[in-house]
């Protein structure tokens, strides 16, 4: 039976961790391996974002759904994550919506529009979708908030403790490699790793 696993990871062009992304869902796909992954860049292209006012509120909002949705959330670490701030740009944490405004979902070109969030009421299950976290962080405390299987792999060969972020220190024992080389020298990624973490047999 196949599990639906969440994948958190920076896309950015030319300097995120798309090539980990790249494997898990060939995994995914294939028929040797059995674990159906959501990709998020599919989320980030679909429904909700396709609102020309789509703000960053409204995409954690589609995150937390996600994320409530799946088994296991694996959180892609790379050398410049703890340094992404994408969608924490939130003035409507302790302003009301007329004093503040934010810019609608990669639209940075046509400049900001007035908050759209007329009420607000305390979050309970969920981690509220208004607030300064960025995408990043707001996944993974989403995740450790509802409880999910956390797992958290560096997009290397080996354990590189330094480019955890901060929120994810309390992971930095269990936090391994995603690559590593098989018995041909190929650099491959480890299946058996993430098999043995969403517990299969």
């Known amino acids: 039976m196949s599990k639906q696993v969440y994948i958190s990871a920076d896309y950015s062009e030319g ?3 798309r090539n980990v992304v790249e494997e898990l869902n060939k995994w995914g796909t ?3 391996h ?3 992954f959501i990709d998020m860049s ?3 292209s679909g429904s909700v974002s396709n609102d020309p006012d789509c703000r960053p509120c409204d995409l954690k909002l589609e995150f937390n759904q996600q994320i409530n949705a799946s088994s296991a959330v694996i959180f892609i670490v790379g050398d410049k994550t703890a ?5 924490s740009n939130c003035s409507r944490v302790n302003t009301n919506n007329n004093n503040c405004s934010c810019t609608p979902y990669k639209q940075n070109a046509n400049g900001s529009k007035t908050c759209k969030v007329s009420h607000t009421v305390r979050a309970t299950d969920d981690v509220g979708n208004i607030n300064t976290y ?3 962080r707001h996944e993974f405390e989403q995740a450790k908030k509802r409880k999910k299987t956390i797992i958290v792999v560096y997009n290397s060969l080996r354990k590189e403790s330094t480019w955890l972020p901060s929120y994810m220190k309390d ?3 269990e936090a391994q490699p995603f690559w590593i080389y098989d018995n041909h020298g190929e650099k491959v990624g480890n299946y058996a790793y993430i ?4 517990g299969y047999d």
């Not at 098999?195 to 969403?198: Q, V, W």
């Open 134 to 136: 960025s995408y990043l």
């Open 83 to 87: 340094a992404r701030t994408a969608g």
């Open 34 to 36: 059995k674990v159906d």
């Open 171 to 173: 992971y930095e024992k």
């Open 42 to 44: 599919k989320v980030a």
């Open 15 to 17: 300097s995120g961790d």
């Open 30 to 32: 294939d028929r040797q």
């Open 195 to 198: 098999k043995e973490a969403l």
